[in-house]
Nanobody, 128 residues
Framework: QVQLVESGGGLVQAGVSLRLSCAGS???????????MGWFRQAPGEEREFAAA????????IYADSVKGRFTISRDNAKSTVYLQMNSLKPEDTAVYYC??????????????????WGQGTQVTVSS
């Protein structure tokens, strides 16, 4: 069992940066570093879509094409926290952003159905 709490969302203008944080707490017997972590987002009326993911060690990352080059995912296992640095924000980035965890596997995935634990989400609104 992993509990995840996102923070850092808000209302910003297009072109600025924002950093989201996701603090995790794992059940006894497992540590935060046992999990690959992902960020997903869901705009009103849309399906939840993949944004970025990072391996348990931080050594591997993958990104959706829509955010590649603008967003950076990172993690600090000592703080049990994963981050999403979002630069050059666009109005189309407006969504609720969720972090998610899955027990580490050999390969990483963008498939939301394969992530086991989810946070409650944080709203990001980008005005033009």
């Amino acid at each position: 069992q992993v509990q995840l709490v996102e923070s850092g969302g808000g209302l910003v203008q297009a072109g600025v940066s924002l950093r989201l944080s996701c603090a995790g707490s794992a059940a006894s017997g497992r540590t935060f570093s046992s999990y690959d972590m992902g960020w997903f987002r869901q705009a009103p009326g849309e399906e939840r879509e993949f944004a970025a993911a990072i391996s348990w060690s931080g050594g591997r990352t993958i990104y959706a094409d829509s955010v590649k080059g603008r967003f950076t995912i990172s993690r600090d296992n000592a703080k049990s926290t994963v981050y999403l640095q979002m630069n050059s924000l666009k109005p189309e980035d407006t969504a609720v952003y969720y972090c998610a965890a899955r027990r580490s596997r050999a390969s990483m995935t963008q498939d939301r159905g394969l992530y086991e634990y989810w946070g409650q989400g944080t709203q990001v609104t980008v005005s033009s």
